[in-house]
């Protein structure tokens, strides 16, 4: 008796399954029709490599390896990655599939038990599935704009600390800070420049806060990054300042530095809008993209950012042309899906000799933030233009369960960084992986109308469900003062903000910033 397989029964008649499960029946059929004919391959070099080992040779099965069974593994965390497999069915498939390949060739065993001691599968190895971690109570979040800058001097390594913002939780207090190195012109500090910027060039033996009420308080700076010139990071408050504190006092070695005020914190989902004017609500709207399209425009901004169109080698890693394939061999996108043209147009624009591959010509036209990145990346930095060190104190709205805070945005040494503290981000994995999904879009348009993308560096835990990382926008911003929109696209919804950026003060430091490398 025939039937459909997957369809249900509902009042004497068949009706059709649900979408989901229809697009994963879709990407199951793929992946076995993609197996079934590398193990025709494989099997041709099986016997290939059997007969090599029984003429006296030492053949090689790393095209094996690396060729066969990687493009079948590959295949599946794409369809992963776009919600379109179940991992599951993921691991389970390709376990049988290996061994499938392995029993084909005496040379294959005897490699996988030299290089693992023991038969198992040859898979690249991958991170093993995790179970999801209980999750934490969501910490009640306060930033609140600061906006100081200490000028530390030295002989041989003089910087400019820039204190943005404080982020406060119940249980944590953390400034978000910016250590701009002023190094001699001269080169005398080589030694200490190979070192980088950073706290550790702070000349001072302890350092501590005091509030207004006399509550004194330890600072620690235990997490950030940076390069040569400058340096991101947090300071930690230890104990958290109570609510009502108007007023830090930076000290070090029992002399007060810098004063460092507190206004009242910026209420959830509000933007400051500038001096005197009424704070401005972050709009959040839905953002319907299918999650094969959203893998692509993910990809899109990886390309955008490192303007390197095929990506790191490596076994887990897809180019454009391979990801644009299997997702339409498989159903997942449709045949004309514009999204999947936009991304080959900009995969031939950066050079890709065929971008689209047989699954999709390269006729679509480069969306407008796209072409704004592409036309500005490469453009020369305006000489001397002054540095911006913003206290931004911005708390969005929950994007699909995550609570971000913008707090704080830097403009120096040709990069610009955004301070971000959330509460709520999946775990980071590495991408093309069995636990990856494509995670939140960054897009910024300055007061001049360009559009610029951000990359996130991998977010790091902070402190109980808080997590810190450093936004990099490509291009970087030039250093003009004004209003500015940032787009921030999860799965499901989108989140606009418009933020202020106040103008640039002089440098305070007795030398000016040397050098743009290594931001």
Known sequence: MGGCPGCVVQG???????????????????????????????????????AAAAAGGQPNPGPVVEGTLSRVVRAGWILLAAGSLDQEFFDGFTADFAAAVRVRSRVLQAWERNRIGRPRTFLPPGRPPLPPPPAPARPA??????????????????????????????AQALLTVTMRMLWPPDGSSADLEITGAGPHHLPYGEL???????????????????????????????????????????????????????????????????????????????AATLAGERLLVWEAERILATGDVRGPVGVGHAGPEEIIAVLTEAGVLAAGSPVAA???????????????????????SIPAPWASVLAHRDAAEPAGGPEVFAPVAVILPDLDGTRLVLAGLSVAAGQSHLHVIS??????????????RPGISWWLRDSAGHWHVGTPA?????????????????????????????????????????IAIPPARPETGALRPRGTGGG
């Open 12 to 50: 004497g008649r068949v009706s059709d399954p649900p979408a989901e499960d229809l697009q994963h029946q879709r990407a199951e059929a793929y992946l076995r029709r993609l197996a079934e004919a590398e193990l025709r391959q494989a099997t041709e070099q099986a016997r290939a490599l059997d």
């Open 141 to 170: 979040l306060r930033v609140t704009p600061i906006g100081r800058s200490l000028p530390v001097p030295g002989e041989r390594a003089p910087a400019v600390l820039h204190v943005l913002s404080l982020v406060r939780t119940p």
């Open 208 to 286: 501590g806060a005091t509030d207004d009420r006399g509550a004194r308080y330890t600072v620690r700076f235990e997490y950030g990054t940076g390069g040569t010139a400058t340096w991101h990071g947090l300071a930690e408050l230890s104990p958290v300042p109570p609510p009502g504190t108007r007023r830090l006092d930076l000290v070090a070695d029992g002399t007060k530095l810098i004063e460092l005020p507190l206004p009242p914190a910026a209420p959830p989902g509000h933007v400051p809008a500038g001096p005197g004017a009424p704070p401005v609500p972050a709009a959040a709207e839905p």
């Open 342 to 364: 936009q991304l080959a147009a900009l995969s031939q624009r950066l050079g890709a000799a065929h971008p689209g591959g047989r699954a999709v010509p390269a006729t679509g």
């Open 423 to 436: 509460s709520g981000l999946p775990l980071p994995t590495a991408r093309y992986t069995d636990q990856w």
């Open 458 to 498: 991998e977010p790091g835990t902070v402190g109980q469900g808080l997590q810190a990382c450093w936004l990099r926008w490509t291009p970087p911003l030039t250093a003009i003062p004004g209003p500015a929109e940032i787009v921030v696209t999860g799965p499901a919804a989108r989140v606009r903000a418009t």
